[in-house]
């Protein structure tokens, strides 16, 4: 069982960044592919980010590439959601998610996070 818990949200002006982590407790990321999703009020969640970790390949959503960076810390069994240049249609619940595998596109992750809130003011 892997638990996964997000932190890093809060309220931030348009133009500002933030940086999401992902702890796993339960065991090591390795072995599975980490993603971040959102889903804002009204919508239904969407995909944000993936990382492999064993590979190390990334996709982003068109709708957030070349401002958010997923990355990881191997000591620290972290993922990271680094989002810059944020704008209020970013506004959203954030999750992290984990699936076992090298490599997957898709919304069947394994685990999920409970969530947390990011708000984008204009």
């Known amino acids: 069982q892997v638990q996964l818990v997000e932190s890093g949200g809060g309220l931030v002006q348009a133009g500002g960044s933030l940086r999401l982590s992902c702890a796993a407790s339960?065991?090591?990321?390795?072995?599975?592919?980490v993603g971040w999703f959102r889903q804002a009020p009204g919508k239904e969640r969407e995909f944000v980010a993936t990382r492999s970790w064993s590979s190390g390949s990334t996709l982003y959503a068109n709708s957030v590439k070349g401002r958010f960076t997923i990355s990881r810390d191997n000591a620290n069994n972290t993922v990271y959601l680094q989002m810059n240049s944020l704008k209020a249609e970013d506004t959203a619940v954030y999750y992290c998610a984990a699936r076992r595998g090298s490599w997957y596109v898709g919304k069947e992750y394994d685990y999920w996070g409970q969530g947390t809130q990011v708000t984008v003011s204009s």
């Open positions: 339960g065991r090591t990321f390795s072995g599975y592919v």
